[in-house]
């Protein structure tokens, strides 16, 4: 059974730090998503990796697909990044994304 | 140029009732998806519709059917609510099936069941 594990639950961060939230999962994968959930709910995908690493902005996701884990950084944190950080895969070839609970991130001014 | 657009953004029923979520897309994609939220777990699929004509069930579909209408409209509908399905439900389309696509959400339609 896929299973994917986000750590931490929760985090709390001052303006300007250095940030990383972290994803385990048990299958491989095709690829793996990183997406960004605004306190008013809405969804947007931020990255979708399958090798190495990608970066947009300060926003910056790697994975190691044979560890099967994958890193989201956030560099100088501002608090417009408070948000829930979810990550998400699924097996080759199937329709079906298993998400993470989820990475409560609140930035303090 | 709306991207996912989902209706209503609310709604209250109570046990028994049947509603239908509306879900439309306009950026040609064929795949289409209706997840559950709840708290303290991860977004579930409840059923997908790789391209028009075809749909087929998730993690967790019973209690619910959809219909891919047409290619930029899928819905989902309760037949009968039960409190266990006061959720938010998003709905989400890609340009093609499985994990190597970007999936675009719609804004999440809040549904309480008494």
């Known amino acids: 059974k896929n299973e994917v594990e986000q750590s931490p639950q929760n985090l709390t961060a001052q303006e300007g730090e250095f940030i990383t939230i972290n994803c385990s999962y048990s299958v491989g994968i095709s690829a793996l998503h990183w997406l960004q959930q605004h306190p008013g709910g809405g969804i947007v995908s931020l990255f979708m990796?399958?090798?190495g690493k990608k970066k947009h902005g300060r926003l910056i996701a790697t994975i190691n697909i044979q560890e099967k884990h994958s890193s989201l950084h956030i560099t100088a944190s501002h608090p417009r990044d408070s948000a829930v950080y979810i990550c998400?895969?699924?097996?080759?070839?199937?329709?079906?994304?298993?998400f993470g609970k989820g990475t409560k991130l609140s930035v303090i001014p | 140029n709306a991207g996912v657009t989902q209706t209503p953004k609310f709604q209250v029923l109570k046990t028994g009732q049947s509603m239908t979520l509306q879900c439309a897309q306009d950026?040609?994609?064929?795949?289409m998806y209706w997840y559950r939220q709840d708290p303290g777990m991860g977004l579930r699929l409840i059923y997908y519709s790789a391209s028009e004509g075809t749909t087929d069930k998730g993690e967790v579909p019973n209690g619910y059917n959809v219909s891919r209408l047409n290619k930029r409209e899928f819905s989902l509908r309760l037949e009968s609510a039960a409190p266990s399905q006061t959720s938010v439900y998003f709905c989400a389309s890609s340009d093609s099936g499985g994990a190597g696509y970007e999936q675009y959400f719609g804004p999440g339609t809040r549904l309480t069941v008494t």
């Open positions: 990796l399958s090798s």
């Open positions: 998400a895969n699924s097996g080759a070839g199937s329709y079906q994304l298993t």
């Open positions: 950026m040609n994609h064929n795949s």
